[in-house]
């Protein structure tokens, strides 16, 4: 084998190995997209399947990196290797945003149990929404039982990446507005479980009363998340809130719906990558003398568009 394939091949041997610069390279590779995305995420998806994946997300402000902070300090004191993928959608840097609670992370950068990348849009074909189960797998092929998925914000893509892990944490602050924006962003639809950070400031019980009180409203079935306060700053919180993420991991495994809900995200998945290309083609078609001839049949009411794209399409 010779180009991308081999070169992905050789990186995934080195990753599997320990070799943390091969991961990175990996991850880069799948951000980048084209021929070198493709063949480090064909690699990656007949390695993986062992890693379970956390998702934390919430409204700007809520403390989501201190906390995840936080609980990597709690899976460390476990013995557990763990992974962090930071998402921001916004960022045109390489290597994601810099963003000054991100690097509260920083404390667990030399530790060879950690793995922590931040990972914004780049020429990826479909974006963050491809390119993160891509590298939740390279990291899982790299050997992290655990990978954790954080975002910046609480927009779409936010909201449908983190949606996606295997357990989704919404953190929210003392306040009706949080959980008011909560409610509105769809956070209370994927949720598994919420933690109330910051909860040692003022409004922290009525925040609580206001979520219970929404989830009275919502049939979640045989798991209602719950809510933990925390004070992720102190560390306060943080075990309660690793073992109810550990409650719901084993409920998921019991009830067969672990597998269930990755059956749906492959779905989900491969649906998405067929849009895209279609997307693809349909840029490709709409480019070139063709193109615009057929434009200018349409715009003098020499062709209808229906019947003009029925043509670039071969219909």
């Given amino acids: 084998m010779t180009g991308p394939g081999r070169d992905a091949e050789q990186l995934m041997d080195a990753a599997a190995e320990g070799d943390r610069r091969s991961v990175a390279r990996l991850l880069s590779m799948v951000e980048r997209g084209g021929d070198d995305a493709r063949a480090a995420g064909a690699l990656a998806h007949a390695r993986s399947g062992a890693a379970y994946t956390v998702g934390i997300t919430g409204a700007p402000g809520a403390g989501k990196s201190t906390l995840t902070s936080a609980l990597l300090g709690e899976l460390r004191s ?128 009525e925040t609580r009363r206001d979520l219970d009180g929404m989830l009275d409203l919502t049939d979640y079935g045989e798991w209602r998340p719950p809510v933990v306060d925390a004070v992720a700053t102190e560390g306060t919180g943080v075990s309660e809130l690793w073992e109810q993420i550990l409650a719901h991991r084993a409920h998921l495994e019991s009830s067969g719906e672990l597998g269930r809900r990755r059956g749906r995200r492959a779905r989900e998945e491969l649906t998405r990558i067929v849009a895209e290309r279609l997307l693809e083609r349909a840029r490709q078609a709409s480019d070139g003398d063709r193109y615009e001839a057929l434009l200018d049949d349409v715009e003098t009411r020499g062709t209808d568009p229906w019947a003009a794209a029925d043509e670039l399409l071969g219909g």
């Fill in 78 to 205: 476990r013995g557990e290797r763990v992974s962090v993928l930071a998402i921001d959608p916004s960022s045109p840097f390489t290597g994601g945003a810099i963003l000054g609670d991100r690097i509260r992370m920083q404390d667990h950068a030399l530790d060879d149990g950690v793995f922590i990348r931040s990972m914004a849009t780049r020429g990826h074909l479909g974006g963050l929404a491809l390119a993160t189960p891509q590298a939740v797998r390279v990291l899982d092929a790299a050997g992290f039982p655990w990978v954790l998925v954080e975002t910046v914000g609480v927009g779409q893509v936010e909201v449908e990446i983190v949606g996606a892990a295997d357990t989704t944490v919404v953190v929210v602050n003392p306040g009706w507005g949080d959980a008011v924006q909560a409610n509105k962003a769809g956070l209370m639809e994927i949720a598994d479980v919420f933690v109330i950070n910051k909860a040692d400031r003022p409004g922290a019980e």
